[in-house]
């Protein structure tokens, strides 16, 4: 069963580099997208980007400019890089790995996307 | 638009058949995943695809979609079900995007 731990920095001050590592373990690094999913206090759920096993990032477009996420495949070890963050990134970011299918069903396909499993979360605080 | 939106809250009786909804335009294009959140957890994968449940999550989670509409019902809703649910699905540029929450009360 595939499991998935995260670590980093828990407490920044505002300019500095928010810096994320999450390992896979028991299962296999290709064919799956390495994902990045944050959450601030009280609130939902916001999807910041993913890497597949040969590097192909995707990012949200409202963190875009700041994010970097790079893999280390001879690890199972993929990485999350925040820049000059502040108070609103103070969150509980969590690791995921995802999986896309397609469903084709009379010609025209529908595609399925979701995250399982999640890392167990890292409260990450920005506060000077 | 790449939103997905929840109502924010809904509650159901013991026992009873609950439908939790998202809508949005990407979900012409994608099915909703679902994923299951209780205080101070990481969320849990309880429905993805056309209706496919991982490894021990109950029958009694089952989703559905139309149009630009998903749906997670729960029929025969527990106690331990109560906690917050969000959908999740992809826009036609690949991002990712993920739906405000319901707050499901089991009453």
């Known amino acids: 069963q595939v499991q998935l731990q995260q670590w980093g920095a828990g407490l920044l001050k505002p300019s500095e580099t928010l810096s994320l590592t999450c390992a896979v373990y028991?299962?296999?690094?290709?064919?799956?997208?390495w994902s990045w999913i944050r959450q601030p206090p009280g609130k939902g759920l916001e999807w910041i980007g993913e890497?597949?096993?040969?590097?192909?990032?995707n990012y949200n477009p409202s963190l875009k400019s700041r994010v970097t996420i790079s893999v280390d495949t001879s690890k199972n070890q993929f990485s999350l890089k925040l820049s000059s963050v502040t108070a609103a990134d103070t969150a509980v970011y969590y690791c995921?790995?995802?999986?896309?299918?397609?469903?084709?069903?009379?010609?025209?396909?529908?595609?399925?996307?979701?995250?399982?499993?999640w890392g167990q979360g890292t409260l990450v605080t920005v506060s000077s | 638009s790449s939103e997905l939106t929840q109502d924010p809250a809904v509650s159901v009786a013991l026992g009873q058949t609950v439908r939790i909804t998202c809508q949005g335009d990407?979900?012409?294009?994608?099915?909703a995943s679902w994923y299951q959140q209780k205080p101070g957890q990481a969320p849990v994968l309880v429905i993805y695809g056309k209706n496919n449940r991982p490894s021990g999550i109950p029958d009694r989670f089952s989703g559905s979609s139309s149009g630009n509409t998903a749906s997670l019902t729960i029929t025969g809703a527990q106690a331990e079900d109560e906690a917050d649910y969000y959908c999740?699905?992809?826009?036609?540029?690949?991002?990712?995007?993920f739906g405000g929450g319901t707050k499901l009360t089991v009453l």
């Open positions: 999740n699905s992809r826009d036609s540029s690949g991002v990712g995007v």
């Open positions: 890497i597949n096993h040969s590097g192909s990032t």
């Open positions: 028991g299962g296999s690094f290709s064919g799956y997208y």
């Open positions: 990407s979900l012409r294009s994608y099915y």
């Open positions: 995921a790995r995802g999986r896309i299918k397609p469903y084709c069903s009379g010609g025209s396909c529908r595609g399925a996307f979701w995250f399982d499993p």
